[in-house]
């Protein structure tokens, strides 16, 4: 099912999608976007703390997916081996490996912490997002099942780091007693 879902993304593809899968997948290594739109944030004093929060879950993500994961499994990329006809369209062409993907994970990380920043551009954050895990594929490094253990993993480090709620579900204190000096 995995090689077979794979050839059929990676083999459906356009010559003007191609450059512009391209530059996507690029976006995403070691989550570039992602920390550059948090360091954006860290511009704004409001958004300082939950732009350090989005660093912070980012950074967790990449060290559990990199330093771990990808070590423990070890799988190899669909052009290695030749499990699959891959059309690998990335270069160079990454040499670590396969399983789970990063720029997934990470994708899930950026895309949800931001959107604690900016809700308004929820729905672009998760399009970006959803486009680099979706890249992978399409440039012909990462199998279906890599990309969503990253997206997965991703959501596990995040709700892991940010608490697992958004801060607009916190329980806020009621108003102060009839007669309180209280003064918020």
């Known amino acids: 099912m995995d090689a077979a ?4 993304i990676n083999g459906a593809h356009a010559a003007v999608a ?3 899968m391209v530059v996507i997948t ?3 290594v070691g989550a570039a976007v992602w920390f550059a739109l948090a360091l954006v944030a860290m511009t704004r004093p409001r958004h300082r703390a939950a ?6 879950a980012l950074a967790v993500t990449l060290a559990a997916n990199d330093q771990i994961v990808k070590r423990v499994v070890d799988r190899p990329r669909p052009f290695i081996g030749q499990v699959v006809d891959a059309r690998v369209i990335q270069r ?3 040499t670590t490996s396969s399983f789970p993907s990063g720029h ?3 994708a899930v990380v950026g895309a949800v912490s931001l959107a604690r920043v900016w809700p308004q551009a929820r729905w672009a954050l998760a399009i970006l997002g959803a486009l680099i895990a979706y890249s992978r594929i399409y440039v ?3 199998y279906p099942s890599d990309v969503l253990a990253g997206l997965l993993l991703g959501a596990a480090c995040v709700w892991l780091v940010l608490g697992g709620r958004h801060p607009s579900t916190w329980s806020r204190p ?3 007693p009839p007669g309180s000096r209280y003064v918020p």
């Open 140 to 142: 012909g490094v990462h």
């Open 92 to 94: 160079p062409r990454p």
């Open 174 to 176: 009621g108003p102060p």
């Open 26 to 28: 690029w976006l995403g």
């Open 18 to 20: 191609d450059p512009v």
């Open 104 to 106: 997934s994970a990470s």
């Open 5 to 8: 879902l794979f050839r059929l």
């Open 51 to 56: 732009a350090g929060r989005a660093i912070l």
